[in-house]
């Protein structure tokens, strides 16, 4: 098992569905590999074809004290070393995991055997982040990985976020209802960031797998971006930096947005923020302006400035059909909302378009007297269930008719915002109605976004809502960063 070996398993299918699992830890009750460990034996499910399957990852445990241990009810054996797992039977280890102290963690990347191990995330701290030393035994670090024939992924990190299984010592899916994956990547230089990152698209069945990169070397680094230029479960792929990656990882991302849309959150250089990174990373943060003047001349790089639009972004491209997002229809009850929206489109573009009479002597009859029924059309705070569905209905007439002339669509997107919150709409589930136009605007080519003012969908209604293709925001400015006329 070497890294070029062509009859083996990719990285990225190693990181999202491990056929085994080593961990390295401190058997503290509330030590960061106990909790660890807590996590790998609850998560027992497995997503293969769209089916929930069960799955136990092999887990084997490995602390110099040998014996067993008690996780979450149950006693688990524990390995004195690593050649311990494999002389009871296991030929290869894909995921070695190690959360012990920094200065044990040579010791136990030296008891590796040369292509036995596919990748190790080393959870620990203490190396380039934090001194000359930490720097010279992270080189140390990398030589064992390139003599072994073993990936790192880290160091100091809190490694992988997956819907199967996740190497953090928390476990943000306990609790939550179980969705399916979606189809974006996330790269995040951050230990806190990639759980967040996984937090919050995982509401939206969005994410395939989030990876804390920590100190991950370029070579590791680049063959995951490779792996994903022709990986068709992949949509999409985000990358927040916090220094600018070298060469190889530059020109991997620019052949990447060639394939596929890939999202850039660079976190903007200051003294402050350079020092920040150095003690996160080890890593120097580099020029904002430098990385966005790169990564323009690839069409399908988005640079983000707020980490709220890289959310937002990356959610929405593994969400809505991929249909172009370049002109928007407005509908909603309250004129301030609207206004908010339209404020972030450009009339210069078209993105707001104007209606013509026709379609505006339409929608008069499901409007009261005071509506408008111009772009936004704003129905008021006493629209009923009936206005609203007559409204969607006369809009789809016309995109239709507009579709079977052959015509330039008058618009390509509809955000409604925000009927939760409106207590005459007598229709008990008008999300229902949002996803039933929704498949048949998509026939068309058009896009729906719901916007939740106030954030009142319900977890459950939010992932109905993606899993239908319609995306959920909070804000009605964020409407600017879903359309596909994406501007600096």
């Known amino acids: 098992m070497t890294k070029d070996d062509p009859e083996q398993r990719r990285l990225i299918d190693v990181i999202c569905r491990p056929k085994n699992i080593a961990l390295a830890t401190s058997l503290k009750p509330n030590s960061l590999g106990m909790n660890i460990s807590k996590g790998l034996v609850r998560r027992v499910f497995e997503y293969v074809d769209s089916q929930v399957r069960s799955w136990i990852i092999p887990l084997h445990l490995i602390n110099n004290k040998g014996g067993k241990v008690e996780i979450n009810g149950e006693m688990h054996p524990v390995h004195e070393n690593l050649q311990s797992v494999f002389d009871s039977g296991v030929d290869n280890i894909e995921i070695m995991i190690i959360t012990i102290s920094s200065k044990y963690v040579i010791d136990i990347l030296r008891q590796i055997p040369k292509n036995k191990v596919r990748a190790v995330i080393i959870s620990s701290g203490g190396f380039g982040e934090k001194d000359e030393e930490g720097e010279r035994a992270e080189e140390v670090v990398k030589a064992l990985a390139n003599e072994r024939g073993f990936e790192i992924l880290g160091i100091n990190t809190l490694g992988v976020f997956t819907h199967a299984w996740n190497s953090s010592f928390t476990d943000p899916a306990a609790g939550s209802e179980i969705s399916l994956p979606g189809k974006a990547v996330v790269f995040v230089q951050s230990g806190g960031m990639s759980e967040e990152t996984y937090n919050f698209l995982s509401k939206f069945a969005a994410v395939k797998f989030v990876l804390g990169t920590g100190s991950t070397p370029e070579d590791t680094f680049v063959r995951l971006i490779r792996e994903l230029i022709d990986d068709p479960e992949t949509t999409c792929v985000g990358f927040y930096l916090e220094f600018m990656p070298g060469r190889d990882s530059y020109l991997a991302i620019k052949d990447l947005a060639k394939k596929k849309p890939v999202v850039v959150y660079f976190a903007k250089t200051n003294q402050l923020t350079t020092r920040i990174a150095k003690s996160h990373t080890g890593k120097l943060a580099s020029s904002f302006e430098l990385m966005r003047g790169a990564l323009r001349q690839s069409k399908g790089a988005m640079m983000c400035t707020t980490q709220r639009e890289f959310f937002n972004r990356i959610a929405a491209l593994t969400i809505l059909p991929n249909f172009p997002r370049t002109k928007c229809c407005i509908i909603t009850i309250t004129g301030g909302a609207g206004i ?104 068309l080519g058009v896009s729906m976004v719901a916007c939740d003012v106030g954030a009142r969908y319900t977890e459950a209604e939010v992932k109905n809502l993606a899993q239908n293709s319609v995306f959920r925001i909070v804000f009605p400015d964020d409407i600017r960063f879903l359309l596909t006329t994406y501007r600096d």
Not at 371 to 389: C, E, H, L, R, Y
Not at 424 to 430: C, G, K, N, P, S
């Open 340 to 443: 908010a929206a339209a404020s972030q489109l450009d009339p210069a573009r078209k993105e707001l378009p104007l209606f013509p009479e026709s379609l505006q002597e339409s929608l008069k009859k499901y409007t009261v007297d005071v509506a408008s029924v111009q772009n936004p059309i704003d129905m008021t705070g006493s629209v009923t269930d009936a206005q609203f569905k007559g409204t969607l209905k006369e809009l789809y007439n016309f995109i239709k008719d507009q579709h079977e002339k052959g015509e330039d669509l008058l618009f390509n997107t509809i955000l409604v915002i925000p009927f939760k919150t409106v207590p005459l709409l007598d229709d008990a589930d008008h999300v229902q109605v949002i996803i039933s136009y929704a498949h048949r605007f998509a026939d």
